[in-house]
């Protein structure tokens, strides 16, 4: 199906062109690992070590591969690349996102060496000459040892000290980029819709009307919270992460919030919908305690006090205010 691509099979390509895509692809994941480095350099000095040193062996490999190619072929090397290969790996640009978690980074570098070792295996078994095939099982066998490596870095690089600084480094960053945001939004969400769904409820007794007042809040309360959050800080100056994952953590929760308790009156028996949705309610506010309690270091009766009393109170307004 060649006429549907512009694209080249792996299989298609002659030893020439295998060398030419394994420096190019050794050239772009040391600028993937340098990329990681600058973005860690601030935060995490010592991982931003790890990731130059990965980025220098990259560029040893490179060294390695161009020799052998002059040698073999010449001066000029073709430009091919991972993206004009059909059923070649991909690189996934995730280094272009903004605050990427520390564990995501090198989750993906870990995946980064799985790629180029299957590679390098994959172009061994295609090559005929002794020196090329001999080199690239090297290198596969380098990509596979990795992993070692960046631990040998790691013992340099990071102490026990700096880990756990960079691990309390990062969990602060969760905190404030996921925890929080949606913590805002899940109390918001839970607590304000209270007063207008039980409102319409005990004042309609009609559940069908109940939900569609419930879902109107929820929804509108979740956009309303998610814009309010992204555009309120843009994560600069704070350190509080990316504005866009803010938003969407509020947002979303405060939605999940508001929706626990106007789910059930999809059931048409008023009392039966009633009764599940205080359970809910219920469920909901314990669940803000708990985190509270786990990632904002509140004290637990401090937390259960504020959020129990506080959604007991906005309840106890809709319910009056619905019955009269």
Known sequence: MRWFTQRRNFGELSEKEILALAISSEEDDARIYRSYAERLRADFPGSAAVFDGMAAEEDTHRGRLIDLYRSRFGEVIPLIRREHVSGFYARRPVWLIE??????????????????????LAAAKRTQDAATRDLLGELAAAEAGHSAKAHDLEQKYLDDDTRAEEEDAAHRQFVLTWVQPGLAGLMDGSVSTLAPIFAVAFATQDTWTTFLVGTAASVGAGISMGFTEAASDDGVISGRGSPTKRGFASGIMTTIGGMGHALPYL??????????????????????????????????????????????????????????
């Open 99 to 120: 605050n990427l978690s520390l564990e995501r980074i090198r989750s993906e570098a870990a995946q980064m060496e799985k790629d180029a070792e299957r590679f390098y």
């Open 267 to 324: 059931i048409t028996d008023f009392w039966t919908a009633t009764t599940i949705a205080f359970v809910v309610v219920f469920i909901e506010l314990w669940a803000i305690v708990w985190i509270q309690n786990r990632f904002m270091q509140t004290p637990f009766l401090k937390a259960t006090f504020q959020v129990v009393l506080g959604g007991a109170l906005v309840f106890a307004a809709g319910a009056l205010i619905g019955s009269g």
